[in-house]
């Protein structure tokens, strides 16, 4: 049977497909703007006669259809490897959870500790002629969740960017139980907020530390944002690129011919990523460009690929900082906001690189919904928070107020150096809680 032939016969309704599933069970949606959308409100007009259904995705770019059943919770329980706004708010309704990972062990998971499915629903581009789905922009860990899943339905959309890759970025049609023509929906965006004087300033201070012929990874957030539009417009030449997620800056580095690729020890002129979300140009960009190369994120964020490339630049947010150097970049206190991603496997990868640089910015101070002015420099994390970098781990700070390299300094050093990045309104209480912790020398500067 050619593959034409097995198209027809696997092809279906979307109301037909999602009958297989049953209470009780695991349901894959897969990753961020690959979650399925036909499927998603064919199942979730079944929330009556399902119970317990588990879900699972993460980085939600708009809000599942089995987020709006009456009492969710009794129905559908979504299980997020990496929150997104959309997420986050879902909590509240008790149907909404967070799984912690290490992004780069995500198909790990899958494959060596059984976290099987019993049904991945996900989309996917048009077969090609040699029956292969592209995944998009988001192979991730979705070969992995193949694998280990009883049954496999695919949703095609036309509009999904075909992205080439080297490996673990198509699906064939032997391997799908189950084809269903979506609408073709549009791309969801993900536009970055626009860059503030505070990120630019931040930005200006990363920038400065980079060298022609680096390797870039950048992380979500304005400030990253802010970086990539400084390296657009600076003179830096022969950069590379190789991150988990792929965003609009990468793009406006390319287009003003920052971005060669030439100089990389790996994938040489190749722009390696696990997955993608933003501006439909950004798509587009994408879209059969053999510039780019989709990866599994065991490749992407292998700390091992990482320490391989020199000059490996890695540039990535934080929620919070302690004066002993620990970060936090995915809840604040016991709220939590997004997740543990790669963020750890890109800064010990960047420090291992020959040459490489983490750096962890925020800006030095935020506003609560009441308007009050807090900083971000904490004498020690918000109960609850969780560690996602340690303190043995932090490479590179960065606010507004400055940038310092913290690696191999005593409780001390680190606390005058962290202080020193901080907002001056803040810098004598913080002081005065280093020296109650007894991480404050007597000849500081003060």
């Not at 049954?151 to 198509?170: A, D, M, T, W």
Request: net charge negative.
């Amino acid at each position: 049977m050619d593959v034409k032939q097995m198209y027809e016969k696997k092809l279906c309704s979307a109301q037909e497909a999602v009958s297989i599933v049953k209470s009780g069970d695991w349901v894959d949606y897969g990753w961020c703007s690959g979650h399925p959308r036909v499927l998603d409100e064919a199942l979730a007009a079944r929330y009556e006669e399902l119970h317990d259904v588990k879900l699972r995705g993460g980085v939600c770019l708009w809000r599942p259809a089995v987020f709006d059943v009456p009492d969710p919770a009794e129905h559908f329980i979504w299980n997020s490897w990496h929150m997104s706004g959309v997420e986050r708010k879902h909590i509240a309704t008790g149907a909404c959870f967070y799984a912690p990972i290490r992004y780069s062990e995500l198909p790990r998971y899958y494959r060596d500790h059984i976290i099987g499915n019993d049904v991945l629903m996900i989309q996917v581009t048009e077969m090609d002629e040699h029956g292969y789905f592209n995944l998009g922009p988001n192979p991730s860990h979705l070969m992995a969740a193949a694998e280990n899943s009883k049954k496999i339905i695919v949703e095609v959309n036309k509009n999904l960017p075909r992205c080439y890759g080297g490996f673990e970025e198509s699906l064939h049609i032997s391997q799908v139980d189950m084809i269903v023509e979506g609408r073709d929906d549009p791309m969801a965006e993900l536009a970055s907020a626009a860059a503030t004087d505070i990120d630019m300033k931040v930005a200006e201070y990363i920038t400065a530390q980079i060298p022609d012929g680096a390797c870039i990874q950048l992380g979500i957030g304005g400030m990253p944002n802010a970086v990539g539009k400084l390296i657009a417009a600076s003179d830096l030449k022969d950069l590379g690129v190789h991150t988990e997620m792929y965003v609009d800056a990468f793009v406006e580095m390319t287009e003003s011919g920052r971005v060669t690729g030439m100089k990389k020890s790996i994938d040489k002129g190749r722009q390696c990523f696990a997955f993608a979300a933003g501006t439909q140009k950004m798509y587009d960009f994408l879209n059969e460009n053999p510039k780019v190369m989709a990866a599994p994120v065991n490749y992407t964020n292998d700390i091992r690929v990482l320490s391989s490339i020199d000059n490996f630049m890695s540039i990535n947010n934080a929620v919070e900082v302690d004066l002993f150097g620990q970060i936090s970049s995915e809840s604040s206190g016991t709220a939590h906001i997004s997740g543990a991603g790669g963020q750890l496997d890109f800064v010990l990868g960047a420090y291992l690189s020959r040459g490489g640089k983490s750096f962890i910015c925020c800006s030095s101070t935020f506003k609560t919904k009441d308007g009050q002015v807090k900083s971000r420099i904490v004498p020690t994390l918000k109960a609850g928070s969780i560690v996602t970098d340690t303190r043995a781990n932090t490479h590179m700070l960065v606010t507004e107020y400055g940038l310092v390299d913290v690696k191999g300094m005593t409780t001390w050093q680190k606390a005058e150096a962290i202080i020193s990045i901080a907002h001056p309104d803040f810098r004598d209480e913080l002081i005065k809680e280093a020296e109650k912790m007894h991480i404050w020398k007597k000849s500081n500067k003060r």
